[in-house]
Structures are given as C-alpha cells and as structure tokens.
C-alpha cells in the first residue's frame, strides 16, 4: 500500500479537519516503541489527498529510522497540512493544527519542516505543549535548520574522508540541489571549508545570492543532479534519486538533507552499481530532530547540541564499516540497523 515496505505498520493515523480555517491535516504516527513520535509538520500543496497520505506515512517510517539511529528517546511521527487554496488565515489555520496535535495527548511531538516555520509553532504553543523548534529567552530552541545542516556537513566530510580519500574539503566540488533553509547553511559550510560549489535552486534570487556571496557556479535546475561534481547534496523534497535520474549522476558520494531522497530501495541498489556511494538521509540530517528533542526535553546548550550533532560523523563511519562487513548497499544496512533500535526503552 502506498509503496511502503512490508514492514512499514503505523500506529496510528489521524485525518484531522477544520472547516471554519480550511485545516486538512494528516498526523501519522508511525512508532511509539521509543517514546513519544516525534518529527516536523510539512505544510505542502498536494495534487490529491492520497499523496499527502502517502507523504506522511513515508516521512513518519523515516523518522522512526532516524531517530532510532540518532539513539533518541522519541518514536517517529510527521504530519502534513494540505495548503489551503488562495489566501488563507495562516494563525488561525496552526491554532486549528495545534489543536489536533493536542488531541493526540502526547503520542505526537510537532515541529518545523518545509513549508513551516518558527512563528507557526510559537503560534501553537496556545493550544498544545507538544511542539518545539521555538526562540526561547534564557533557554535552548529555535530553528533546527542549521543544526541538521552541520550534521549533513560532517557527513560530507567524513564521506569524503572515507569514500573519496581525500583528507579536507579544499576544491571538492559538490553540487548543492536547493538553497532553503538547510541548503544554505550547507553552502556557508562547504565554502568556508573550501569547497566549490555548483547550486541549483527553482528560486533564482536564492542562486544569485550563492553566487555573489559564495562564489557559486549556477546550473539550470534539471542539470544539477548530473554536474560533473565530487559530491551531491540533494537538499530540495523527496525521490529526487529515481530511475530516470540515478544513471546520469556523476558524484561518487551522495549526502544531502532531503528526506526521502530514494523513490525506491532498488534505486540504491543501482547507485551502488554505479560505484556511488549514498549516505542515507535519515542518518546524515539528523541534526534538526537532535536540536528540537534536546530543546522539547528543557536541555542542553548550543555548543553541546552542535557536538552531539558532530557525531553524526561517527556513525557514518560505523555504517560504512558496517557496509563492508555485510557486502550490502549503506541504504540497506543503515535500514536494518536502525530497525534494530525500534525498541520499547525502559
Ligand atoms: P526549504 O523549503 O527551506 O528549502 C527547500 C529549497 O529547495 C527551496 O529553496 C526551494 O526553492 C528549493 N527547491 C524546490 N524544488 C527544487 C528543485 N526541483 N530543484 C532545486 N531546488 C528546489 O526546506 P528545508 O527546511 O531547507 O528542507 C530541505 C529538505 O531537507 C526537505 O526535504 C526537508 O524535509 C529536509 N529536512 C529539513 C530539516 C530542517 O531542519 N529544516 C531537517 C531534516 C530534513
């Protein structure tokens, strides 16, 4: 169903309407075995409702893989907001959401993903307390975007390291597809560690900007998957890696922040043919759930949470050890490996 994996059984799933703001939201719950779920809410134009569906079911099973790898106490989740045609009463539709979010006691911990932003959860906070990625005064919060981009930072260049064999990121070229949220703080991290980078992004202003301040090159959307790189970092929306695109992509590692970057688990399989190395996406973007879990749970400062995001690095390494181990592909053994991990903690 869906074009999910056998194994892939939700908890639960909650279809939740709100005539008076326009709210359509789906929030699915994929596993509570390790606390809570917890993952982002996306707020997206969906041709039908049964791609949003299939939309959260796929980004909640991620999240369960990432946070289990991650080795946080939370469970995976996601909802998605249908955007609502024309204009529409942006508060009013997230005090709707935050409602639905409270109806679930708890089972659901809410937070940014594309298309929402830091004023919306602190919009919710009135209806819910199960939200975070929020500015806090005196205390760790706020937008996780950077942190998940340093996570994907580090895993380019730990990948780079390991895969590559070069020692620093001086005059590696990686190609960035999208400069959003995550995208961009990724740019900011790669030139200052020296690297060139080539970008794509459907919003030309973002392009120039990378260029002008970054010393980018700009390619035309469709060309950047195939830009004759050492490093691809797909950072846009999902299945970017898909049958039509996976045999024109010429970078050897492949880590970027996009959740659901494989439109199938055969696509991995073909990148690893290929001799492409592919550092699955829930291992590498971590960074952003490590930050709002650390904020949800009232701990930790920005210096300790970028280091724990750091180690990301660390289990790229593991899995790619684990990889040689098992002859298998990364996507394959990082999915078993986390499964692994999908158990009830005392
Ligand atoms: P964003 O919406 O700020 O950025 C996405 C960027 O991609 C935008 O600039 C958009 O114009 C561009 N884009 C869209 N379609 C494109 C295409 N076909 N070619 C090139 N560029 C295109 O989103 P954000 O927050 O940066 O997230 C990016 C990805 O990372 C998403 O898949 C998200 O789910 C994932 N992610 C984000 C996290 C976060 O902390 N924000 C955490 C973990 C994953």
Not at 28 to 49: I, M, N, Q
Not at 82 to 91: E, I, T, Y
Not at 102 to 131: C, K, W
Not at 275 to 299: H, K, M, Q, T
């Amino acid at each position: 169903l869906f074009g999910l994996p056998e194994q892939a059984a939700h908890e639960r799933v909650l279809l939740a309407t709100d005539p008076a703001t326009g709210l359509k939201a789906i929030l699915a719950v994929h596993s509570t075995a390790r606390g809570p779920a917890f993952g982002g809410c996306r707020l997206w134009h969906y041709d039908t409702e049964l791609a949003a569906l299939n939309d959260a079911l796929r980004l909640s099973q991620g999240m369960s893989l990432k946070n289990a790898l991650a080795d946080l106490p939370f469970g995976g989740g996601k909802a998605v907001i249908l955007k609502p045609q024309g204009d529409f009463d942006r508060p009013a539709l997230f005090a709707a959401f935050g409602r639905a979010v409270q109806s679930l006691n708890g089972a659901y911990i809410t937070a940014e993903d594309v298309g929402t932003t830091t004023a919306d959860m602190r919009g919710m906070q009135a209806h819910t307390p199960f939200v975070s990625g929020i500015p806090r005064e005196g205390a760790f919060g706020g937008d996780p975007s950077p942190k998940t981009a340093w996570g994907v930072f580090v895993s380019i260049r730990a990948g780079v390291r390991l895969v590559l064999g070069r020692d620093s990121l001086d005059g590696v070229r990686v190609a960035l597809q999208g400069l959003g949220a995550v995208g961009w703080h990724l740019a900011e991290f790669l030139h200052q560690a020296g690297a060139q980078l080539v970008v794509a992004d459907v919003d030309a202003t973002k392009v120039e900007r990378a260029v002008a301040q970054l010393g980018a090159q700009a390619v035309p959307v469709g060309e950047i998957l195939n830009a004759d790189v050492d490093v691809l970092a797909p950072c846009a929306l999902g299945a970017s890696l898909n049958e039509q695109t996976v045999p024109a992509i010429r970078a050897r590692l492949i880590a970027g922040a996009a959740n659901n970057q494989l439109a199938t688990p055969a696509d991995g399989d073909a990148l690893q043919r290929r001799g492409i190395c592919y550092l699955p996406d829930y291992l590498v973007n971590a960074g952003g759930i490590i930050s709002v879990a650390r904020e949800y749970r009232g701990e930790g400062e920005e210096t300790a949470v970028m280091a724990e995001v750091g180690r990301i690095a660390e289990r790229v390494e593991e899995l790619l050890q684990r990889v040689q181990v098992a002859d298998s592909t990364p996507a394959r053994v990082a999915d078993d490996w986390a499964r692994s991990k999908l158990v009830r903690m005392v």
